[in-house]
């Protein structure tokens, strides 16, 4: 995946959404809809992005890491990355988003926010109901992975 040539932080994402999930297409009202367990045989969903720079296009590794891209689309379906700003850029190595406080290009405290504590979203993959713990974070899935 290219992440289009981005030099400054003022780039931000205008819509990331709705998420593509085996060639069709997840709305908000759709989500709950959608199938309650993933077929690793099934195409990964892929989210495209439109960004003030220019649109790119993500696959989301379902089947490797269920959690944290069900977690995405949840969000994702909700608008809750609509206008953040890429908080933190580094050419040619990546370009980080997701912090609520960076709606605003200026704020001092881009990069230290989150979703809302204690919500709940589906893993796609399972069917099974995850809570975000307390500061709004997701269980930590590669190192439950890597522990066994």
Do not use: W
């Not at 980080?96 to 230290?112: E, L």
């Amino acid at each position: 995946v290219s992440f289009c040539p981005v030099s400054t932080m003022r780039a931000f994402v205008r819509r990331a959404g709705p998420i593509a999930f085996n060639n069709s297409v997840l709305s908000t009202s759709r989500l709950a809809q959608a199938p309650r367990c993933f077929s690793s045989a099934k195409a990964n969903p892929r989210a495209k992005f439109e960004t003030s720079v220019g649109s790119f296009e993500a696959e989301l590794y379902l089947d490797k890491m269920p959690i944290t891209a069900s977690n995405f689309i949840a969000l994702a379906n909700q608008g809750y990355y609509d206008g953040i700003h890429f908080h933190r850029v580094i050419p040619g190595f990546m370009a980080q988003f997701g912090c609520p406080n960076a709606k605003d290009p200026n704020s001092r405290r881009a990069g230290t926010g989150g979703p809302e504590p204690r919500t709940k979203f589906t893993n796609l993959a399972t069917g099974e109901e995850i809570a975000r713990n307390s500061g709004g974070c997701i269980p930590d899935e590669l190192i439950a992975k890597m522990a066994t």
